[in-house]
């Protein structure tokens, strides 16, 4: 069932495990990356203005998300060839998730007709941290991680 107007996963919610194939065909099992924070961005299509910036924003910022020790993931049902040619023409430092029938972003509430545009970041104990829908700045998502306490690490962003 596709997911047309609701909201992402909460935050304070339990993460969803999932295995998937990234673009080199590289098994990924989210359980297996606990004890340290991971992003996934979901977007529609490989290849198109907007998704393009949204994903290069984040290599813009990889250097931050190095620090903060986050594995960053672009999530997408397109195929494995499609991500990459998308990843190595634009020097994406993450793999891109092959999410065969949609069903890591149905677990994740980002599914529909086309896939929603929804940042979700996971913290080290495998609780979402920060869930939005659009093009949240890295800043924003990496303030997710402590925001009771500023990061003086991030302050480049």
């Not at 020790?69 to 997408?76: A, D, H, K, S, W």
């Not at 007709?113 to 920060?130: C, H, N, P, Q």
Request: positive net charge; hydrophobic residues 45%; proline residues 8%.
């Amino acid at each position: 069932m596709w997911n047309f107007f609701g909201r992402p996963l909460p935050v304070g919610s339990v993460a969803p495990d999932f295995e998937a194939l990234d673009e080199t065909g590289r098994s990924v099992r989210l359980s297996e990356m606990r004890g340290q924070p991971v992003l996934l961005v979901f977007y529609p299509a490989d290849g198109t203005p907007v998704c393009r910036k949204q994903l290069c924003e984040i290599r813009d910022s990889w250097d931050a998300f190095e620090v903060a020790n986050v594995r960053v993931f672009g999530v997408n049902p397109a195929g494995a060839e499609s991500h990459r040619r998308f990843a190595a023409g634009n020097r994406f430092p993450f793999p891109i998730l092959v999410d065969s029938g949609q069903k890591i972003a149905r677990l994740y509430r980002a599914n529909g007709l086309f896939v929603k545009r929804t940042v979700v970041l996971i913290d080290a104990s495998g609780t979402i941290a920060f869930a939005e829908r659009g093009m949240p700045s890295s800043a924003t998502i990496l303030h997710a991680l402590s925001p009771r306490e500023p990061n003086r690490r991030l302050t480049a962003l």
